[in-house]
């Protein structure tokens, strides 16, 4: 049997609560010290912390979008110029047409949402933004991306809740494969917002930990009571092999393998044996032409939800009976939603790249019904050749990754 082409990961772009830049994230991440703390926008509401994104920077990187666009967008768009930068990408020198774009979103930021809302109720309807809709459906942080970068291959955008980045690379690997395109801009935003932050506190997913912000993230422990809304964006270039290899470009790692599945269960929460999660790794791994044992370490979805948590240590010991080192990226720049797994996934990258797999944060006291190796206070430097990381999101939609040193 032919095997499919392998698919390269030559550029990495980050914006999360660390900073605007791959280099701040991952000091960050090695340093193990969370980025939640209070934040002035949501001052007031019953959960008033975050990991929100620095303002300042993202500004610098993306110019001139404030206006137009949502914070998701101009996250996007300045996490995608790092990331074609990084990989030694000119975009005048490219063919366009056979450059894709494909990023994940999880929802909308509701930026304008409550300015919207009161003209609207008042009769005051030449007060809605005209912008409102550009500025904040899905779809146009690819969009932008696109227009800004000047790529004009596919341009899409996968919504799979909290594995919308994951479903995004493991899209654009696909259409790669498929020779839909040469070179794809794959990977998650979100952004956060006070609808955002009060939505989740009233389906009771936030941790309200308010006594302790950087305490209130804490996957796995069993002192957790649930996550800490982040935002950001993570962007990957993906390319052949032989694509990045005629020019010349090393690679981070080769993306391997990817699987998704459906729960076919419940609207929020995950099959109790996390059987739809087994299957979404399961599937990766036959991707990747891989067994179980073949992969040393995990990035974990790990949102310190109590059920969440435990299904997802459940899942893991279904597929590697004993599981590699695991480490939750969630402990230390919150849970971004539809950027999560985009984020994970050049972390992941990172780690093979440096051998050193980044700490998780506040596991103080491991849950009785959780038995994992989690990689907590300090890094832990590892031979890794292979690395899983896994993606659940609402809707009982399962995405997984794997990711192979080069």
Known sequence: MNRP?????????????????????????????????????????????????????????????AWRADPFIRFA?????????????????????????????????????????????????????????????????????????????????????????????????????????????????????PVTSAAFWRMGALSTRTRDPAGASRPFDSNRDGFVLGEGAGMLILE???????????????????????????????????????????AALADADLCPQDIDHVNAHATSTPLNDRTEAHALHGVFGTPPPVTATKSILGHSLGAAGAIEAAVSALTLRHQLIHPTANLDQLDDDIDLDVVTKTPRSKRVQAVATTSFGFGGQNAALILQGC
């Open 5 to 65: 082409a392998q698919i390269a990961i030559t550029g990495i772009g980050m914006v999360t609560a660390a900073g605007v830049g791959v280099p701040d994230t991952w000091q960050r991440l090695c340093e193990g010290t969370p980025t939640a703390a209070p934040d002035p926008d949501l001052a007031g509401l019953p959960v008033p912390f975050a990991c929100r994104v620095p303002a300042a920077p993202v500004k610098a990187a993306a110019p001139g979008l």
């Open 77 to 193: 768009v300045a996490a995608a110029r790092e990331a074609v930068a990084d990989a030694d990408l000119d975009q005048d020198d490219w063919d366009a047409p056979r450059v894709a774009v494909v990023i994940g979103v999880g929802g909308t930021t509701h930026d304008q949402t409550p300015t919207a809302c009161a003209a609207l109720a008042e009769g005051r309807f030449q007060a809605i933004p005209p912008t409102l809709v550009p500025r904040s459906v899905p779809n146009m942080a690819a969009g932008y991306v696109g227009m800004m970068l000047g790529a004009q291959g596919p341009t899409l955008c996968t919504s799979t809740a909290c594995a919308s980045g994951a479903t995004a690379i493991g899209t654009a690997a696909l259409l790669l494969r498929a020779g839909m395109c040469d070179i794809a801009i794959a990977g998650g935003s979100e952004s956060a917002s």
């Open 240 to 282: 052949r092999v032989s694509h990045a290899r005629a020019r010349r470009v090393r690679p981070y790692a080769l993306l391997t393998g990817y699987g998704a599945s459906g729960d076919a269960y419940h609207a929020t929460s995950p099959h109790p044996q996390g059987t739809g999660a087994q299957r979404a790794v399961n």
